[in-house]
């Protein structure tokens, strides 16, 4: 097949593990005898400093024009002011918005051999198999906002088609795994809850009435993500709450480095991007765990272009690789010698040849 990918590196790490994911894409394209075709484009802090916009009009157009988007990271503490007028997640906000993806996936599998590189005991690790798919592009996040000098605002609001499209995602997900369904909310405080917990309810008993649902309030789900992450199959859930779950989740994992997530709409471009930001503790050191993002790029074959062949062959050469000891600095252990972000992407490369 030929494919369109606008490729966005962006801050920190994103551009050294960006190339770790298009070299990866390259390698399984020649075995396949696929045409990958990419436009490296501007985002976030990097188009804050070429373009004075953090989504300039070129990236826009691009990803428009794409089959699939693949993204690093943005931001760092050179664009950090919380109150300066543009910054860079406002290019993350409105690359999500253009391409209206609204379900955030995020599987989190612990890799046995990377049980001790978790902070979490071993023994609740086995058996984790975790999809979170979280509401991307509605909530808290997108409400309208207020500000005075003594007082400030977040408007969350959900409307009944954005919970249900959502729910339609995790549930089908949760249908072709273990057909369990845990949905997240705070049904106990918030009206926007009740509401979504009203729908799921709905959604749920007629379209998807062989799966077992179960409600959770978010305070609930954070420590049992931790006490027994092995009881969930999918984890569905809004904006804010998806996104504080999931970076507890990543822990479970070991790293942040490890984790790819995908980003999906109506459409089949999606927008691939590994869970971590742009690490500016370790940027330009040629350290960074490019596995998260070459998991993304796996991610990208199979819901963007029905690649799942190929994708298997990622997702597994990038475990045979950990099983054979080569571990980056974020998950090696105290015996182990370290290797860089290419060296890693190489040796992936390697297992897949
Ligand atoms: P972070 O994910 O960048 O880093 C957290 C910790 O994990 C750091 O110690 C970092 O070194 C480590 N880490 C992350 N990715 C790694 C990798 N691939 N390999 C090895 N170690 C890795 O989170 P942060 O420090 O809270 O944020 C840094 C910047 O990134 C901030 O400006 C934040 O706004 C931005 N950010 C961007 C995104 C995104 O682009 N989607 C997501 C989260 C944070």
Redo the contacts with the bound molecule.
């Keep these: 097949m030929e494919a369109l990918i606008t490729v966005l590196p962006?801050d920190?790490?994103?551009p050294e593990?960006c190339k770790a994911g298009t070299d990866v894409l390259c390698a399984i394209a020649a075995k396949h005898g696929h045409r990958f075709e990419f436009s490296e484009q501007l985002i976030?802090g990097a188009g804050i400093d070429e373009a004075q916009d953090p989504f300039p009009a070129n990236t826009r157009s691009s990803c428009a024009e794409s089959d699939a988007v693949l993204?690093g990271?943005?931001?760092?503490?050179q664009w950090?002011d919380p109150n300066a007028p543009i910054r860079?997640?406002q290019g993350?906000l409105a690359l999500r918005a253009a391409l209206e993806v609204f379900a955030n996936i995020r599987p989190v599998q612990i890799l046995d051999e990377l049980a001790d590189a978790s902070p979490i005991k071993a023994d609740r690790l086995d058996g984790v198999d975790i999809i979170v798919v979280r509401e991307l592009t509605g909530g808290i996040y997108f409400g309208e906002k207020t500000r005075t000098e003594d007082s400030a605002s977040d408007l969350c609001v959900y409307h009944r088609h954005e919970v249900e499209r959502i729910l339609r995602v995790a549930a089908n997900l949760a249908n072709d795994r273990r057909g369990q369904l845990c949905s997240v909310d705070k049904a106990n405080v918030l009206e926007t809850s009740r509401f979504w917990r009203d729908v799921t309810v709905t959604t749920m008993a007629a379209e998807f009435p062989d799966i077992k649902l179960e409600h959770m309030l978010v305070d609930a789900a954070a420590m049992h993500l931790i006490n027994r992450p092995a009881h969930f199959d999918v984890i569905v859930t809004e904006n804010m709450f998806g996104d504080i779950l999931t970076d507890e989740a990543s822990m479970l994992a070991g790293?942040?480095?490890m984790l790819p997530s995908a980003s999906l709409g109506e459409s089949t471009c999606g927008l691939y991007?590994?869970i971590?930001?742009?690490?500016?503790?370790?940027a330009g050191k040629g350290?960074?765990?490019?596995c998260?993002m070459i998991g993304s790029a796996a991610l990208m074959l199979r819901h963007s272009f029905g690649l799942d062949v190929e994708a298997t062959e990622i997702e597994s050469a990038i475990r045979k690789v950990i099983s054979a000891g080569i571990r980056?600095?974020?998950i090696a252990g105290a015996d182990d010698s370290p290797v860089s972000t290419t060296e890693m992407a190489d040796a992936i490369i390697q297992q897949l040849r």
Aim: charged share 10%; hydrophobic share 35%; no cysteine.
């Design positions: 962006g920190g790490i994103g593990v976030g993204l990271a943005v931001g760092g503490p950090s860079p997640e993350l790293s942040m480095g991007e590994p971590h930001g742009s690490a500016p503790d370790i350290i960074a765990n490019p998260g980056t600095a974020d």
